[in-house]
C-alpha cells in the first residue's frame, strides 16, 4: 500500500487539530486509502503497535519532519476554501504565496493479471488565479502565466530549470519569482 510514513526518531511527525498542535508523533498518510494513520508505539493489540485512522474533519494540517525538508499537509474543502475547485482531501501545501503549489499524493491499485500493485502517482497543482489547475507538461505550466509566461520561460531558461524532472522546490522557485514580478508591478 502506497504510504508516506514517519517512523523513525528523526521524523517526528506534527499535527494540529482544531487548532491546537501536537508534536513528535508517529504519523502514516495511506495515499491509495487517503488517510491519516497515528500509531503509539506503547500499545499493542494481538502483537501489532496499535494504529488508528483519524477523522479528516478535525484535522487541520500535519507534517512530515524528514531532516532538512518538512512536508506540511493540509486538509482541503471546497465547501470551507474558496477558490478550491478540487477533490476535497488532504494536500501537500508545497507554496503558499500569491500563486500557490499543492500536491496531492495517490494510489491506485493495479491489476495485472491477478497480481495486485499498488501504483504512487502524485499530482501537481497549481493556481495562478482564480482554481486549481493540473500541470502535466512544460507548455501547461507556461501557458498558466498568461502574458508573462514569456518571462518566466527566460527565467526557467536562465536558471536551468526543466519542469518535466523539476522537483517542487525548483518549481516553488519559479513561483516565488513569479509572485515578486506581480508585485513590482503595482
Known amino acids: 500500500m502506497g504510504t508516506l510514513r514517519s517512523t523513525d526518531r528523526k521524523r517526528k511527525s506534527s499535527l494540529i487539530l482544531k487548532g491546537r498542535r501536537y508534536d513528535n508523533l508517529t504519523l502514516e498518510y495511506d495515499t491509495y486509502l487517503e488517510e491519516l494513520i497515528y500509531s503509539d508505539s506503547s500499545k499493542f493489540i494481538d502483537y501489532k503497535i496499535f494504529k488508528i485512522s483519524l477523522n479528516k474533519d478535525p484535522v487541520d494540517r500535519f507534517i512530515f519532519n524528514l531532516g532538512s525538508d518538512s512536508l506540511i499537509f493540509r486538509h482541503f474543502n ?18 503558499d504565496g500569491r500563486s500557490k503549489f499543492i500536491i496531492r499524493h495517490r494510489s491506485y ?12 502517482s502524485p499530482e501537481d497543482y497549481i493556481m495562478i488565479n482564480n482554481g486549481y ?30 519542469i518535466r524532472k523539476a522537483d517542487k522546490n525548483q518549481i516553488a522557485f519559479v513561483l516565488r519569482f513569479y509572485d515578486s514580478m506581480m508585485s513590482s508591478d503595482k
Not at 465547501?79 to 476535497?88: M, S, V
Not at 498558466?144 to 536558471?159: A, M, P, Q, V, Y
Open 78 to 95: 471546497p465547501a470551507k476554501d474558496w477558490n478550491f475547485n478540487l477533490p476535497e482531501g488532504f494536500y501537500e501545501e508545497v507554496y
Open 109 to 120: 491499485l493495479q491489476d495485472e493479471e491477478g497480481i495486485y500493485e499498488y501504483i504512487y
Open 133 to 162: 489547475t493540473k500541470v502535466k507538461n512544460s507548455k501547461g505550466f507556461l501557458k498558466l502565466f498568461g502574458e508573462k509566461s514569456g518571462e518566466i520561460k527566460k527565467f526557467i531558461r536562465i536558471n536551468k530549470v526543466h
